[in-house]
DNA sequence: CTGAAAGCGCTAACAC
DNA sequence: GTGTTAGCGCTTTCAG
C-alpha cells in the first residue's frame, strides 16, 4: 500500500492510484485536456476533490514553465490611484486564478533596474502589467524576450496591451469648464516639471490645458504655472506660490485630485472659499472629493485596472499578438469649488477689498 | 561543448561548468552556505552575475518547499486603510527578497473559504498576513498544519505574530477630548452592527466610548448610536439620522476618518459647520484628514503592515515560536472638527437662532 | 484513450 | 571543502 497519508498532502501520484490511472492521465483529465474518457475524467476529478488534491504549483510551474503569476508595478501602493489601479488588477487575477503580486518602485532607478534586469523576472511570473511605469521599447522587447508579457496603463509601448485615458482631453474638459464659467487667470499645477519618472501623462495635460487656452483666446503665462508633485503637499505649496503672485489667477486646474486637495488647504489657510474666491478643478474624482466638493474630471480608475489585467491575460495567451490602446472615458463632474470669478469693478480701479 | 547559450537562461549547471565545480558548490556559494572555499566562492558569485544566473524560484521551491513568498489578505484592496497597510508590508518584502501577493476577500464566506480550505494555500506559500481578518482558533491551526506561518492584523489568534491598536484606548481618547471640551450629548457613528465581517475592532472602540462616557458621568444612550459601516456613505447616512433625533448630540465620535468624511459630507448639506454647531472626531488620521480639518486619533497603519510582515517572517523562520502582540501607538490630532459645544441659553429656554 | 519514462532546475544528504 | 546522486511533483513526448 502506498499509503502515505501522514498528514502530507495529496500528490498526483495518489490521486492516480486511487483512481487506478496513470500520473499522466490524471494529468490531463484534470487540466481539461482531450484524450480522456468522460467516465475516466469523471472519476479521476471525484477522487482529487476527496483527496483535496492540488497541483503542486512550483512543480506545475517547473515542468510546464509557465506559472500562473503576474506582477503589478506601481510608483507606490498607498496612493489612492495606484491602489485602486491594484484592486482592479487583482480582482481579475482572482477570477481567473492568477496569483497576483505586488511591487513598488518608488524611483527611476528602482524602475529602471526591474525593467533592465528583466532576467530577474524569468521563468518568475507571466506577465506584468506596468502602471505609469515609464518603458522603453529596448526594456519592453528584452521582457518579451525572455517571455514576460507586459500590459500598461499609461503611457504605451510597442503594441502592448494598453489602457489610458486621453489626458489631453481630460485637461481640456477641466479648463474649458473655467473658461465657460469667465475665467481668464487660469492657473496650472503641474505634476513634475523636472519628470523624474518621466511621465507623459503631465506633458498631456499639460498640453490640453495649453490648447483650452489658445482655445479661449487666452495667452499662456508661465508665472501661472507651479509643480506639485501629484501630492497634497505639493498642490499646497502650489497654491500657496500661485496666490502669492502679483496677480493671482481666478481659478487653478490641479492636475490631480490629491493636488487639488493641497490646493484646498491653503485656500482654507488665508480664509478664501474654493467656488467663491478662487475656482478649482481636479482630475480624477478621488473618492473624497465629492465630501469637498471638488469639481474634477472623473476617471473609472478601477476598470482601468481591471482592463490591462485583461489585456495583460490575452497577451500571455498570444505573446506575438498586436493589441490596440484602449481609451478609458473621462467626465466633468461639477461640485461646488468651481463658479463664475468674482465680480471685479473695472472702471474705477478700486479693489474691493478696500471699499470697507 | 555544453554550450546551449541559445538564448536560455543559464542554469547552475551552466555556472557549474564555467566556474569548474559542481552545482552543489554552486548551490551553497550562491545561497551564503558554509563549507565553500573562500576563494571559491567569489569566483562562483563572478561568473554567476556575469551570466546573469538565478536560481529558478519554481525549481528551487520545489526541491527546497520554501515558496519565499507570502500572501497579504485585506477586505478591499482600495481603501486607505488597507492599502496603506499593504504598502508596508509590500516593502518589508522587498527588502527581504519575498514576493508578496495580494489577496482581497470582500465577504466573510470568501474570507472563510480562504481559511478553511488551507490546502490551496499549502506549498504555494509560506506565510499569511491577515489584515483584520477573523480566523478562529481551528483555522489557524488548520493553517499551522500545511506549513504556512500566520501574522494578523487586528484580532489576534494563538500566539502568532499580530500588531494592533488598543482599540478601546484610541475610542477613549477621542471621546475624553469631546467631554472634555464640555459635550454631553456624544453619539457614536459605530463600524456595523451585525458584524458580517466579525470584527473585533468595532466592539473595542464602542467599548471605549462607552467607557468615557461612564467615566465622564454620562449615561449611554442608545438613540445615540448608529451604523456607518466604515465607509463615506454610511457615516454620512449615520449622521443624518442622527442630526433628525428630537434632542440631536452635540457632538459625534465615528470609528473611523471615513466615516467621519461621510458625516462632514451631511452637515454641509445642512449647512452646519464642523467644530462650531457639532463638533466631529475620527479614528485613523487619513491622508485627507488634514485637508478636512478633522480631529482624528492617529495610528500608522503603514508601520503596522510592516510589524506585521516581520513578524510574519520571523514566524516562517521558526514556525514553533510564540510571540507577543504588538501594540501600535495612537495619539490625539487636534483639529478644527472639535470644540466646545455651542452656548445654550438655559435660563431662558429661547433658541438661540429664534433670537434674529 | 491511456501509460511509461524522460526531464524541468534545483536542493540536500551523503560520500570523499 | 567539494562532488555525486537521489529526489521534489508535475508535464509532456512517444508508444501502444
Known amino acids: 500500500m502506498t499509503q502515505r497519508s501522514n498528514r502530507t498532502r495529496a500528490t498526483i501520484e495518489d490521486v492516480a492510484n486511487a483512481a487506478n490511472v496513470s500520473v499522466a492521465t490524471v494529468s490531463r483529465a484534470l487540466r481539461g485536456l482531450p484524450n480522456v474518457a468522460p467516465s475516466t475524467r469523471a472519476r479521476i476529478s471525484e477522487v482529487a476533490t476527496a483527496m483535496h488534491y492540488r497541483a503542486d504549483p512550483a512543480a506545475a510551474r517547473l515542468a510546464a514553465g509557465r506559472t500562473r503569476t503576474i506582477v503589478v508595478v506601481v510608483p507606490h501602493l498607498a496612493g489612492w490611484y495606484f491602489s485602486t489601479v491594484v484592486a482592479g488588477v487583482e480582482a481579475v487575477c482572482a477570477e481567473t486564478g492568477y496569483d497576483c503580486i505586488v511591487m513598488a518602485v518608488g524611483t527611476i532607478e528602482e524602475s529602471n533596474r526591474l525593467l533592465d534586469e528583466t532576467y530577474h523576472l524569468e521563468r518568475r511570473i507571466d506577465g506584468v502589467v506596468l502602471v505609469n511605469i515609464p518603458i522603453s521599447e529596448a526594456q519592453a522587447r528584452s521582457l518579451s524576450e525572455r517571455g514576460v508579457s507586459c500590459s500598461t496603463i499609461g503611457v504605451r509601448v ?199
Request: net charge negative.
Open 158 to 356: 510597442g503594441h502592448q496591451p494598453n489602457v489610458s485615458i486621453d489626458d489631453v482631453t481630460a485637461a481640456r474638459l477641466a479648463v474649458d469648464h473655467l473658461i465657460q464659467l469667465g475665467h481668464r487667470r487660469i492657473a496650472l499645477i503641474s505634476g513634475q516639471v523636472e519628470d523624474p519618472m518621466n511621465f507623459e501623462v503631465p506633458k498631456m495635460r499639460h498640453r490640453g490645458y495649453a490648447d483650452a487656452l489658445e482655445a479661449g483666446g487666452i495667452g499662456l503665462d508661465d508665472a501661472l504655472v507651479e509643480a506639485g508633485n501629484f501630492g497634497i503637499d505639493g498642490g499646497r505649496e502650489a497654491m500657496a506660490a500661485l496666490l502669492d503672485r502679483p496677480s493671482p489667477p481666478t481659478a487653478v486646474f490641479a492636475m490631480s485630485d490629491e493636488m487639488a486637495f493641497g490646493a484646498l488647504m491653503t485656500l482654507q489657510e488665508r480664509d478664501l472659499t474654493a467656488g467663491r474666491d478662487v475656482s478649482l478643478v481636479g482630475i480624477d474624482d478621488h473618492d473624497v472629493s465629492r465630501v469637498l466638493g471638488l469639481t474634477t474630471v472623473r476617471q473609472h480608475v478601477a476598470e482601468q485596472g481591471a482592463l490591462a489585467c485583461r489585456g495583460l491575460m490575452a497577451a500571455i495567451e498570444s505573446p506575438t499578438a498586436q493589441f490596440e490602446t484602449i481609451r478609458s472615458p473621462v467626465e466633468l463632474v461639477v461640485r461646488s469649488t468651481t463658479s463664475p470669478p468674482p465680480v471685479a469693478i473695472p472702471s474705477t480701479g478700486v479693489q474691493t477689498s478696500r471699499l470697507s
